[in-house]
Nanobody, 113 residues
Framework: QVRVVESGGGLVQPGGSLQLSCTAS????????MGWYRQAPGKERERVAI???????NYAASVKGRFTISGDSAKNTVYLQMNSLKPEDTAVYYC???????WGQGTQVTVSS
C-alpha cells in the first residue's frame, strides 16, 4: 500500500506554528483519502484531520480552526499547517490512509515554553 515519510516536526513555543509534510512513494493524492493522526504519551492514536479525494476536509474538534490539511498532487505530498499551537498538541504525528494497519516513524511535535 501507500508508503509515506513524515517531516517538519520540532520544538515550538505555545502560540507558534509548524507545517508538517507527508510525502508518498507513489501517486496517491487525489486517489486515496489521507489523514493526519497523532499519539501523545499514554494516549490512543487519534485522527486530527482528513482530506478526501473530492477535496472535502474534516477536523477533530480539538484542532478545528487552528490546523489546515492540504495537498499538492504534483509533489504527491500532504501538508498539515498547525497554528496557535498548545501544549496539548504535543505528540508524534503520522500520516496515513484511513484504516491502515501499518505506520511509519512519524514526526515529533513538542509545544513547550
Amino acid at each position: 500500500q501507500v508508503r509515506v515519510v513524515e517531516s517538519g516536526g520540532g520544538l515550538v513555543q505555545p502560540g507558534g506554528s509548524l507545517q508538517l509534510s507527508c510525502t508518498a512513494s507513489g501517486s496517491v493524492f487525489n486517489i486515496y483519502p489521507m489523514g493526519w493522526y497523532r499519539q501523545a504519551p499514554g494516549k490512543e492514536r487519534e485522527r486530527v484531520a482528513i482530506i478526501f479525494t473530492s477535496g472535502l476536509t474534516n477536523y477533530a474538534a480539538s484542532v478545528k480552526g487552528r490546523f489546515t490539511i492540504s495537498g499538492d498532487s504534483a509533489k504527491n505530498t500532504v501538508y498539515l499547517q498547525m497554528n496557535s499551537l498548545k501544549p496539548e498538541d504535543t505528540a508524534v504525528y503520522y500520516c496515513n490512509n484511513p484504516g491502515a494497519t501499518t505506520w511509519g516513524q512519524g514526526t515529533q511535535v513538542t509545544v513547550s515554553s
